[in-house]
């Protein structure tokens, strides 16, 4: 099998530490290393917990800082901390990783990884997409190198953080405006189909009997069970987790081919991915893949299999 070259771009939250435990096992890919973004939780705690995620896989991957804040530091970047905690995973407690950040930035090594795949490159990008914008605004000949990007981010539909905007986007809007338009085919894992991809309590209880990664997935994500089941959610939304097994299996899922642009000046619709889903009347350019459905119980299964992986 030829292996896709992947760069997994995080803001290591709860959903986030599953996504990357995932996407390790995931055969089709050949994960070259992780750019971190400040979003759930700023970026030293982003860092600091995607070491510790990669260190209870078992892996040995480059980790990269990227930005701190949004493309424009005046925008009031929102965290996660109420649904992450205070350390962006659950308050789990665990030891600092062993091995420190690379002293490149993110964008930069993506450049470089880009250059070194030749065109194969895929992004993965579960969180606010600063260092992509970064990167595309440094390099003007990226475009050209990169094959793909899978998003978690955005919905035609509604948002999380205000009615219109979903978390990823509204925090730095301006950024994903530039990934939209960069010429690189997004795929855009939005609210529309990850508010489908939940676990209830039962079934976390099951995979926290799987082995110590089932158990680590079950225990960080507890509190944000909690929120979402008296929130009158059936379980907890593993969105970013969604992004990336759609990234590998896209038959598990539903799609459209949609033309999308990020408003960024609207009062109350700033972050929302306003999505076109008609011919070339609106936004004549089809930039996006849209996936809005998913068949949840082969979703829930092929995360069980993948973590399962661990002990196999
Ligand atoms: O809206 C959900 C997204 O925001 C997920 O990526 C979660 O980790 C947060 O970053
Ligand atoms: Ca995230």
């Not at 995932?22 to 750019?35: H, M, N, R, S």
């Not at 990336?244 to 299996?249: D, E, F, L, T």
Request: glycine fraction near 8%; proline fraction near 6%.
């Amino acid at each position: 099998m030829e292996r896709i070259p992947v760069i997994f771009d995080c803001d290591t939250g709860i959903d986030d530490a599953i996504a990357i435990l995932l996407a390790l096992k995931i055969p089709a890919f050949d994960i070259k290393g992780f750019t971190c973004v400040a979003g759930n939780t700023p970026l030293p705690k982003v860092l600091r917990n995607t070491g510790h995620v990669l260190e209870l896989a078992g892996v040995d991957l480059p980790v990269y800082a990227g930005a701190d804040k949004p493309l424009f530091a005046d925008a009031t970047a929102p965290t996660a901390e109420h649904v992450h905690g205070k350390n962006g995973l659950g308050d789990l407690e665990f030891d600092d990783p062993k091995r420190a950040p690379e002293s490149m930035k993110a964008w930069d090594y993506i450049y470089e990884e880009a250059k070194r795949q030749n065109g194969a490159l895929e992004l993965i990008a579960t969180a606010p997409l600063t260092n992509l914008a970064m990167a595309f605004l440094k390099y003007k000949e990226l475009p050209k190198l990169i094959r793909r990007i899978v998003i978690m981010g955005g919905a035609a539909s509604y948002g999380n953080v205000t009615p219109a905007a979903e978390f990823n986007i509204y925090t730095d809007p301006e950024a994903a405006e530039i990934v939209f338009n960069s010429g690189v085919p997004v795929h855009m894992v939005g609210l529309d189909v990850t508010l489908k991809a939940w676990f209830n309590a039962e079934e976390s209880e099951k995979l926290s009997a799987v082995n110590e990664q089932g158990m680590f997935c079950h225990l960080v994500g507890r509190g944000e069970m909690r929120y979402s089941l008296g929130h009158g959610f059936p379980g907890m939304c593993l969105h970013d987790p969604c992004a990336v097994i759609y990234a590998a299996y896209p038959e598990l899922y539903k799609t459209d081919t949609v033309g999308v642009h990020v408003e960024t000046l609207g009062k109350y619709t700033r972050g929302k991915t306003v999505t076109d889903f008609l011919s070339d009347k609106q936004f004549p350019v089809k930039n996006a893949v849209i996936v809005y459905d998913v068949d949840r119980e082969a979703f829930r299964d092929k995360v069980f299999e993948l973590i399962g992986s661990y002990s196999a």
